[in-house]
């Protein structure tokens, strides 16, 4: 959702700033004229409509005629918001490559360089126990170290999104927030930059996450995720800490699995390290676990199903997640961080990948939901139901369950669906 540099695809902490308390306002009268009308601003008549009843709605909450009026003036919908909207690539980027270009050599390279501009880092990395270089890969991810932060008027996009009405509810929670980052001076409107759905600054936080999550690690006084990477890297790192970082844990390792391994246990239970080791399951550089690490539950994981690379995902895992939903994104981070740090590569290259067509991921959950496995809207997007419900289909077929979907799978899937023709001359 945010933009991205690499992928072609919060020390002294200031009080945050106080949910504002909007001045008591009256809410137009009946039949007079309609606040898009007075505002002056544009579009049609579905994002006119939505306007009027969000401004409505805004002034029975609370907020201020003056504050709507202004931010709200001349507001339309961005085209460009709902060509992103709308969009889909036609073809999946495999993951492999995903994450080669993510944790390349050059962006581990100017990772490093961009690092030692940031005197505050090592604070930082003291006071929320979440490693330099994961807020640095995290940097890298999501605005190619401040170089690509997006040049929407947030506002504006939240109103085009919440017009459409796909994620309303959603959309119009992000421009209260906005009205609050406003009104209580932690930033001017024409500060409210970002990607085309919203995500602000150096580390691309939503306006709801900046409420809650940003804070001042320069010592100016006040929050600046877009012009002070101080700020915008003790943000993430307090982003992280509220998703559920682990001080002194392991993100993941990478795991070499036995000969007839149950594949179908990727992304399902969680268990300690000791556990996956009664399984025959050992780490890839062949170390024994951390006590931090052996204590905790990890889950496995197969991203390029059975002949890539296995890996344990630990609970800081999932607080990377907490950015994007993504185990692409995560390891793509996590694998960054570790090259950072002068880690060694993996001892288990990825496999050669083709990319799969919308039309074919499509067809592959059509197929899986029309044989009675359950992998949710067929969408095109390749998620955990997808993958835990082709694990069952590949179970049950007697195939490795490693969620995997190939082109064979996909082949596999359409002629198992496929209603087969009558003989010549039957009736």
């Not at 995500?199 to 320069?218: I, K």
């Not at 509220?242 to 399902?268: C, H, M, N, T």
Request: glycine fraction near 10%; charge should be positive; charged fraction near 20%.
């Amino acid at each position: 959702m945010r933009r991205r540099f690499f992928l072609a695809l919060g020390l002294a902490v200031c009080a945050q700033p106080a949910a504002a308390q909007p001045a008591p306002g009256a809410a137009p009268a009946a039949g007079g004229p309609r606040p898009s009308d007075l505002l002056g601003a544009s579009g049609d008549d579905n994002f006119l409509a939505w306007l009027n009843d969000f401004y409505a709605r805004s002034l029975s909450a609370g907020w201020s005629r003056a504050v709507l009026d202004k931010e709200f003036s001349g507001l339309s919908p961005d085209p460009r918001v709902t060509a992103h909207d709308a969009s889909q690539p036609e073809f999946a980027r495999p993951i492999s490559d995903y994450i080669a270009s993510a944790a390349s050599p050059g962006a581990a390279a100017m990772g490093a360089r961009k690092r030692q501009g940031v005197t505050q880092l090592p604070a930082i990395q003291r006071r929320y126990g979440v490693p330099g270089d994961i807020l640095v890969a995290i940097w890298a991810m999501e605005s190619g170290f401040g170089a690509s932060q997006g040049d929407f008027d947030v506002v504006r996009s939240f109103a085009t999104l919440a017009a459409a009405g796909r994620r309303r509810a959603w959309a119009e929670d992000q421009i209260n927030a906005c009205l609050k980052i406003i009104t209580t001076g932690a930033a001017t409107r024409a500060q409210l930059k970002g990607s085309w759905a919203g995500a602000m600054g150096q580390t691309q936080l939503l306006p709801t996450s900046f409420l809650t999550t940003a804070v001042d690690a320069d010592g100016d006084g006040r929050p600046d995720i877009w012009g002070s990477s101080a700020d915008a890297l003790a943000s993430a790192a307090n982003l992280l800490v509220k998703g559920g970082w682990q001080a002194g844990q392991d993100w993941a390792r990478e795991v070499i699995l036995p000969p007839r391994f149950d594949y179908s246990l990727a992304e399902g239970a969680k268990m300690a390290p000791t556990r996956w080791a009664e399984m025959g399951v050992t780490r890839a550089d062949r170390r024994s676990w951390p006590s931090a690490d052996a204590a905790a539950d990890a889950q496995l994981a197969l991203p390029t199903g059975a002949r890539g690379p296995a890996f344990l995902l630990f609970p800081n895992h999932f607080a990377i997640r907490t950015y994007n939903n993504s185990i692409a994104y995560a390891l793509s981070v996590g694998l960054l961080a570790d090259r950072l740090a002068g880690a060694p590569g993996l001892v288990t290259p990825w496999p050669q990948e083709t990319p799969l067509s919308l039309t074919d991921r499509m067809a592959a959950q059509a197929a899986l939901a029309k044989l009675g496995f359950n992998p949710g809207a067929p969408d095109g997007a390749i998620g955990t139901g997808t993958r835990q419900a082709l694990r069952a289909w590949q179970k049950a077929r007697g195939l490795p369950a490693d969620g995997y979907l190939s082109p064979d799978m996909i082949r596999r899937l359409k002629a198992e669906t496929q209603v087969a023709p009558a003989p010549a001359g039957a009736r």
